[in-house]
């Protein structure tokens, strides 16, 4: 238990559906992330957010649409998607975050796995 | 090529032996983190260090700022510390760049 929380854990979906990943941390972290993790590859950063404003978005294509209510809550909407966008979701958080990089330790949901047929 | 490298990519060991898991990078950091993530895909951060060693149980790692290179050990391997290793460094210009990750089987 890492104190961040995602659902759903697995999520198949069509091409035209509208889904959303959710996430939840209580840690009173300022910073939460949304990584992107491909079967053999690294994982890829694709939202920041820094007490709930978009501080980074890493070219990510605007069928994934980003959203944080409040510092706790975090989530990743889904729209129009592609089959290569099947991969597993991570959501992560910090301490906090200065510009220019991830301060403190990144502690990381369980990640929702997502089948896009 | 790659800004992390891990080596090796896959592991095999037998219970109760030493492992070594390396990470070399290229560019200038101000922190290498060292994540284990299970197969159901959580991820769990074990190290985060900027110079020198940390220990944590039967888990080292260390870092060289100068030769651009760190390396978990594992002593006393056991099956449960069957995971993908991934090195991470936080970059010059902002956020983590990730390893691909080592694959760890540790048998019994």
């Known amino acids: 238990e890492t104190g961040v929380t995602q659902t759903p854990r697995h999520l198949v979906m069509g091409m035209t559906n509208k889904k959303s990943l959710k996430c939840e941390q209580h840690l009173g972290h300022n910073a939460m992330y949304w990584y992107k993790q491909s079967a053999k590859k690294p994982l890829e950063l694709m939202f920041v957010y820094s007490l709930e404003e978009r501080v980074e978005n890493n070219s990510v294509p605007s069928r994934f649409s980003p959203e944080c209510p409040n510092s706790s809550h975090l989530f990743l909407h889904l729209h129009t998607l592609q089959p290569e966008d099947s991969a597993l979701y991570l959501c992560?958080?910090?301490?906090?975050?200065?510009?220019?990089?991830?301060?403190?330790?990144?502690?990381f949901g369980e990640g929702s796995r997502l089948t896009v047929l | 090529k790659n800004e992390v490298e891990q080596s090796p990519q896959n592991l095999t060991a037998q219970e109760g032996e030493f492992i070594t898991i390396n990470c070399s990078y290229s560019v200038g950091i101000s922190a290498l983190h060292w994540l284990q993530q299970h197969p159901g895909g959580g991820i769990v951060s074990l190290f985060m260090?900027?110079?020198g060693k940390k220990k944590h149980g039967r888990l080292i790692a260390t870092i060289n700022i100068q030769e651009k290179h760190s390396s978990l050990h594992i002593t006393a391997s056991h099956p449960r510390d069957s995971a993908v290793y991934i090195c991470a460094v936080g970059g010059s210009q902002g956020n983590l760049i990730f390893g691909k990750g080592t694959k760890l089987s540790v048998k019994p």
């Open positions: 992560a958080s910090s301490p906090y975050r200065l510009a220019g990089g991830v301060a403190g330790e990144l502690f």
């Open positions: 260090l900027s110079s």
